[in-house]
T-cell receptor
């Protein structure tokens, strides 16, 4: 079945890098996404990667995709207090034209 | 400004009452979606519509109903048959052939 899994919590020190991991099940996924949700708000698309790519970099964000292991990660360099949020991994479930979301990873920043 | 609006931001209803949540977009997107979010859980798909006058059930459609009479609007009704309606409801839209969903700010529904 379709499933996206992520760990629930991550705590990092301000200025360090954060790495949020995700595993998915649909090997035919075309796109994989990272969304950010701040308290009480909707989801903001951070970045996405096409399934034939291994890596995508966008300023402080680096996405790595290991298609063989169905593993996706999001690295945030120089983590700041404004990065505190819940981060959702999502995969495009191609056969049904819908997007499946993980349960979200809550990132907290220590001073 | 282009975007997706949901209203109201907070909604309170008594148990047993139906309630309709609004979702409007001016992005000219064909597809629209409703998700439910509970604490510590990801988003679960309630209903989606890929074109006007057509919609499909998602993973948790029981106790909900939708309509799609206009491209811009996709209201969600939470009926009294929904056993546990208190949640945060998110609407999203996507253009046909597009690869990203854009989300509204959400409506927090509390049933007393």
């Amino acid at each position: 079945g379709e499933d996206v899994e992520q760990s629930l919590f991550l705590s990092v020190r301000e200025g360090d890098s954060s790495v949020i991991n995700c595993t998915y099940t649909d090997s035919s996924s075309t796109y994989l996404y990272w969304y950010k949700q701040e308290p009480g708000a909707g989801l903001q698309l951070l970045t996405y990667i096409f399934s034939n790519m291994d890596m995508k970099q966008d300023q402080r964000l680096t996405v790595l995709l290991n298609k063989k292991d169905k593993h996706l990660s999001l690295r945030i360099a120089d983590t700041q207090t404004g990065d505190s949020a819940i981060y959702f991994c999502a995969e495009e479930y191609s056969s049904a034209s819908k997007i499946i979301f993980g349960s979200g990873t809550r990132l907290s920043i220590r001073p | 400004d282009g975007g997706i609006t949901q209203s109201p931001k907070y909604l309170f209803r008594k148990e047993g009452q139906n309630v309709t949540l609004s979702c409007e977009q001016n992005l000219n997107h064909d597809a629209m979606y409703w998700y439910r979010q509970d604490p510590g859980q990801g988003l679960r798909l309630i209903y989606y519509s890929q074109i006007v006058n057509d919609f499909q059930k998602g993973d948790i459609a029981e106790g909900y109903s939708v309509s799609r009479e206009k491209k811009e609007s996709f209201p969600l009704t939470v009926t009294s048959a929904q056993k546990n309606p208190t949640a945060f409801y998110l609407c999203a839209s996507r253009s046909s052939g597009g690869n990203t969903q854009y989300f509204g700010p959400g409506t927090r529904l509390t049933v007393l």
